[in-house]
């Protein structure tokens, strides 16, 4: 069975950081790419950041050059790392896994995490 576990959300002052993580089981996590999505009240989910299985990434207009993702297979985690955060980055960040093969696309989510910014 697989399963994606996020953690590291709270609540943080704008400027402030936070580390979220993503932990994997029941599947090789090098084979699969990993992004970070958010949802706020009242919008649509949205993507944050993606990194490959081959190692690019790519990241939203609004959040580049504050944020960063990373993974470490050893840990079959995955991290999105926050700075400079804003009233406007509030939302629940959910992790996914996504791979295709033979021409089948194959995802998983997990449950989310909420993150608000507020002073």
């Known amino acids: 069975q697989v399963q994606l576990v996020e953690s590291g959300g709270g609540l943080v002052q704008p400027g402030g950081s936070l580390r979220l993580s993503c932990a994997a089981s029941g599947i090789i996590i090098d084979n699969y790419g990993s992004a970070w999505y958010r949802q706020a009240p009242g919008k649509q989910r949205e993507l944050v950041a993606v990194?490959?299985?081959?190692?690019?990434?790519n990241y939203a207009d609004s959040v580049k050059g504050r944020f960063t993702i990373s993974r470490d297979n050893a840990k079959s985690t995955a991290y999105l790392q926050m700075n400079s955060l804003k009233p406007e980055d509030t939302a629940v960040y959910y992790c996914?896994?996504?791979?295709?093969?033979?021409?089948?696309?194959?995802?998983?989510w997990g449950q989310g995490t909420q993150v608000t910014v507020s002073s």
């Open positions: 996914n896994a996504y791979r295709i093969s033979l021409g089948a696309y194959d995802n998983y």
């Open positions: 990194l490959s299985s081959a190692g690019t990434t």
